[in-house]
């Protein structure tokens, strides 16, 4: 029997060492790492008259170098435009193709997967609010002849709609999804969505994986700090070796488990994640667009994209957000890496999608 209980007990004090080591990095901002990149700002060109909005939304195309934006729009919805969110930019940086007009009201979370189809989830929906700082006994708009959004769209490279998930106007627990933020889908064609954008009680916060038909397999999590708890996980990214890594933003850490949802560690050594990404090589990237500003509580952390290892968690490099007058929910939300290893980080304060390229082996 004791070697039947050995393996558990040693899964068990690899996952406490785990915690132990991320524990003592995050005790240690990491602010001061090397910068191996220069920052390219304007290098997408919208065609004229048209504006950017909000980003968070970026993958790259099937080709390597080419970049989908899911953009909210001129502004930070897609609420009544006309405008189509879903946007493709070559490798010059020319809008080459876009689509899906009418179809979503927040363009949030964007993956791209093996056969080059994109998918992109729906954030909010179309029911009636009252106007930022407006009193609560201020009467409602009216209600819109159709409820939509809080669904996640799989659209192939030529802009057809191939597959809906959730329903439209959202749903809880037992239904789905209510403020889906990110969507992967693994090498075996399963689905995986997160959701969850609040953090009052009561809030949804978990993970749902589907099969590639769309069918409900299971979900894990909810609103809280513990193991396997979340508050706002709101991006994905999977490894080479399969493990589904979760940008946990509100705890301030990154959590990592298994495609059956086992609990396996967290990282707090990358900061305060709102994006992921995880390349070829297992290079892990993520993006911290609130530290310092929305979270003033997560201050002694700079605002950035740490890169380092998927394999071991260590950071490497850190690449600065440029724009901190005035304060911003800047940096990248969205985050993405080329063929090139070029990143692309999707920004809903500075409303933008700016282009961060590796300098030559030895240069400043």
């Known amino acids: 029997m004791a070697k039947v209980g050995a393996a558990p007990r040693a899964r068990v004090a690899g996952m406490a ?18 910068n191996p990149y220069d920052t390219v700002e304007g290098w997408f060109k919208m065609p004229e008259g048209r504006v950017w909005g909000s980003t968070s939304a970026v993958g790259v195309d099937r080709d390597g170098t080419s970049i989908w934006v ?15 969110p879903i946007l493709k930019f070559d490798a010059s940086g020319t809008l080459v193709k876009s689509f899906g007009a009418g179809t979503m009201v927040f363009p949030h979370g964007m993956h791209v997967d093996r056969d080059g189809n994109i998918w992109v989830t729906d954030g909010q929906d179309n029911r009636p609010r009252r106007a930022r700082g407006a009193p609560p006994d201020a009467p409602l708009p009216p209600a819109p002849a159709t409820i939509v959004g809080h669904q996640v769209f799989k659209y192939s490279r030529d802009g057809k709609l191939l597959m809906t998930l959730g329903k ?31 953090s009052t009680e009561g809030s949804t916060a978990r993970v749902l994986k589907f099969d590639r038909q769309g069918r409900f397999l299971k979900s894990w999590g909810r609103l809280g700090k513990g193991p396997g708890e979340f508050d706002q996980p709101h991006a994905l990214a999977m490894d080479s070796r399969g493990r589904l890594f979760v940008a946990d933003r509100s705890n301030n850490r990154i959590q990592i488990f298994d495609q059956d949802g086992q609990y396996l560690a967290e990282w707090t050594q990358f900061s305060r994640p709102s994006g992921l990404a995880i390349d070829r090589q297992d290079v892990l990237y993520a993006a911290d667009s609130e530290s310092g500003s929305v979270n003033p509580a997560h201050g002694d952390w700079k605002r950035g994209i740490r890169i380092g290892s998927a394999k071991d968690g260590r950071v490497s490099a850190f690449v600065p957000d440029t ?26 304060g500075q409303r933008a999608v700016k282009k961060h390229v590796k300098r030559p082996s030895g240069s400043r």
């Open 168 to 198: 439209a106007g959202g749903g809880r627990d037992a239904e789905y999804f209510y403020q889906p933020n990110a969507v992967l889908v693994a090498p075996n064609g399963d689905i995986f969505v997160a959701e969850g954008h609040a």
């Open 70 to 84: 899911g953009e909210r729009c001129g502004a930070n919805t897609c609420l009544g435009s006309t405008l189509d």
């Open 17 to 34: 060492l785990a915690m132990l080591v991320a524990g003592l990095s995050a005790q240690q901002p990491a602010n001061d790492l090397p």
């Open 323 to 348: 724009a901190v007058n005035p304060p911003s929910t800047s940096s990248a939300e969205g985050i993405a890496v080329d063929r090139a290893g070029t990143i692309y980080g999707a920004e809903v």
